[in-house]
């Protein structure tokens, strides 16, 4: 699919075809994808907890997400938890950060890689919602999810049932400034 169609038809989708399943190969080739993304100094910090075992996906769905995210991935197959290594990206070698964002460049370098995620997705037929609200306790303990890692999002990946609309965009005069 060309890149322009990729980025003009991904959609958070919040409704999924049971019927059709994910496969590891699929979520692997999404994570390759992520994994070629840009980050601070090369430090490839984002960390992927892939949910693919239907025990496991209805546990974490059920369990670490509050019911309109339950509900609005339900069907999707997989969830995919996204995490940082803290201090490493927007840090110095002397372990200091190297500006006032400190691991803003963590979640910063994390969101460029879920981007590249979920365009892959997309580009194999795949839809995808990002979702922030969760129990991020929950899902350290069940995903075994190491301390010196920030738990940023969930993402469900399956098969769409139903295709969604674009919601309207601001324009380019609202949110780019020309000098």
Sequence with gaps: MEFQKVIESRRSIRKYDPNQKVTKTQIEEMVKAAMLAPTWKNSQTARYYCVISDEMFEKVRTECLPAFNANNSAGAG???????????????????????????WGIYDLGLANENLILKAEEMGL????????????????????????????????????????PARKSLEDIAVFL
């Design 78 to 104: 997989a969830l995919i938890a996204t995490a940082f290594v803290r201090d490493i990206s927007g840090y110095g070698g002397g372990g200091e950060p190297a500006n006032e964002l400190e691991n803003g």
């Design 127 to 166: 839809g995808t919602l990002v979702m922030g609200i969760r129990d991020g306790e929950k899902l350290r303990r069940f995903l075994k999810i190491p301390e010196n890692e920030t738990l940023v999002s969930v993402i469900a990946v399956g098969y769409a049932a139903a295709a969604a609309k674009m």
